[in-house]
């Protein structure tokens, strides 16, 4: 069965930091770009960070750049998030979502999705 | 970035019902929108890309339509494992932004 499935989350202090992972089953992770997907309380589904096939190329949205460090392990199988510096506004379920092209590379989509791990921050 | 606005936020409808969920982006995105179906605990599930192409598996009692800057998502005969939220993305540019989600409960 193709899954993924995120850890790593738990309570931490505002200032503090985490590392998320995520382990891929039934595929391989270095085939596709990987990305971190998070939901906020009450709130949307929010993209925010993302790596290249390769691992040569990460992305990230503006609010958390500085403070979080996407990578990979092809060995392991496994994606990860680092998370220095957390915010009250990073608390949220995060999600890690593989990047497919649909239609020979027309539509990107975000086709394989774990279940989350949640992060909360606060005093 | 792209803001992309879903209406109504949520909805409620019966067994059998034929339901319809806007989005409406900031600017155009030809047709790079895709739709998402999430339910409490589990992984949130692709359903259509390309505004109107099936994610394999999808029953065909969903679809979707538009282009440029006005979506549609429509489930006809509406069953008791569609009440979920569903939420769009556009991925015309990055970042690939999401709608707020409509959730959709039983009436």
């Known amino acids: 069965e193709v899954q993924l499935v995120e850890s790593g989350g738990g309570l931490v202090q505002p200032g503090g930091s985490l590392r998320l992972s995520c382990a891929a089953s039934?595929?391989?992770?270095?085939?596709?770009?990987m990305n971190w997907v998070r939901q906020a309380p009450g709130k949307g589904l929010e993209w925010v960070s993302g790596?290249?096939?390769?691992?040569?190329?990460?992305y990230y949205a503006d609010s958390v750049k500085g403070r979080f460090i996407i990578s990979r392990d092809s060995a392991k199988n496994s994606l990860y998030l680092q998370m220095n510096s957390l915010r009250a506004e990073d608390t949220a379920l995060y999600h890690c979502?593989?990047?497919?092209?649909?239609?020979?590379?027309?539509?990107?989509?975000?086709?394989?999705w774990g279940q989350g791990t949640l992060v909360t921050v606060s005093s | 970035d792209i803001q992309m606005t879903q209406s109504p936020s949520s909805l409620s409808a019966s067994v059998g019902d034929r339901v319809t969920i806007t989005c409406r982006a900031s600017?155009?995105?030809?047709?790079?929108l895709n739709w998402y179906q999430q339910k409490p605990g589990k992984a949130p599930k692709l359903l259509i890309y390309?505004?109107?192409s099936f994610q394999s598996g999808v029953p065909s009692r969903f679809s979707g339509s538009g282009s440029g800057t006005d979506f549609t998502l429509t489930i006809s005969g509406l069953q008791p494992e569609d009440f979920a939220t569903y939420s769009c993305?556009?991925?015309?540019?990055?970042?690939?932004?999401f709608g707020q989600g409509t959730k959709l409960d039983i009436k």
């Open positions: 979502a593989s990047l497919n092209y649909f239609d020979g590379s027309g539509y990107p989509a975000f086709d394989i």
């Open positions: 039934g595929f391989t992770l270095r085939s596709y770009e």
């Open positions: 790596i290249s096939s390769s691992g040569s190329s990460t």
């Open positions: 600017q155009s995105i030809n047709n790079y």
């Open positions: 390309s505004a109107s």
């Open positions: 993305q556009q991925s015309y540019i990055t970042p690939h932004t």
